[in-house]
């Protein structure tokens, strides 16, 4: 079990001089007294939200925002990540997971990259028995939704 919460705390603290160098503040969407735990293995977990930010903070507008918020769902736990950045045309969303899709090729040089994080996000997820899904407004912004399984101490295994 990870406490999901302080998994994005650490996220955010690895990614801020990126963040900070696009001038693209990261959020989380409130305080978070108590810990959310999930079912997940932590590395991989780490690595996929890790993707996701560092996509966002690539793809963000100068001056943007990326912010990370949590949902129960009874049994799992929807986690999303949504920025206000360039966003992801109709045509292109049901590519982005394919391993390296560059959406705008224009930009891979000075982004760098290899194309293959968001197809490592979904491997991890998927892994986890989860889905992600993606939606995307043009120049508005993009949003990155999956679940993990909440931690429940009675149906622990």
Do not use: C
């Not at 650490?10 to 969407?29: C, N, P, T």
């Not at 996509?55 to 799992?76: A, C, L, P």
């Not at 000075?110 to 991890?124: M, N, R």
């Amino acid at each position: 079990k990870i406490n999901i919460v302080q998994l994005v705390a650490e996220v955010f603290e690895s990614q801020e001089m990126r963040a900070r160098k696009r001038g693209i503040k990261l959020i989380l969407d409130k305080e978070y007294d108590d810990p959310i735990w999930v079912v997940a293995d932590k590395k991989r977990i780490f690595q996929a939200l890790t993707n996701l930010v560092a996509n966002s903070i690539n793809y963000g507008k100068e001056g943007g925002r990326t912010r990370v918020s949590f949902m129960d769902m009874n049994e799992n736990i929807l986690l999303e990540v949504n920025d206000n950045g360039i966003g992801i045309s109709k045509q292109d969303i049901p590519r982005v997971f394919e391993r390296f899709y560059r959406v705008d090729k224009s930009r891979s040089r000075e982004q760098g990259g290899t194309g293959l994080g968001l197809a490592i996000v979904k491997h991890i997820i998927e892994a986890h028995n989860q889905t992600i899904n993606v939606s995307s407004s043009l120049n508005e912004g993009t949003s990155f939704v999956f679940t993990l399984k909440k931690y429940r101490p009675d149906k622990a295994i």
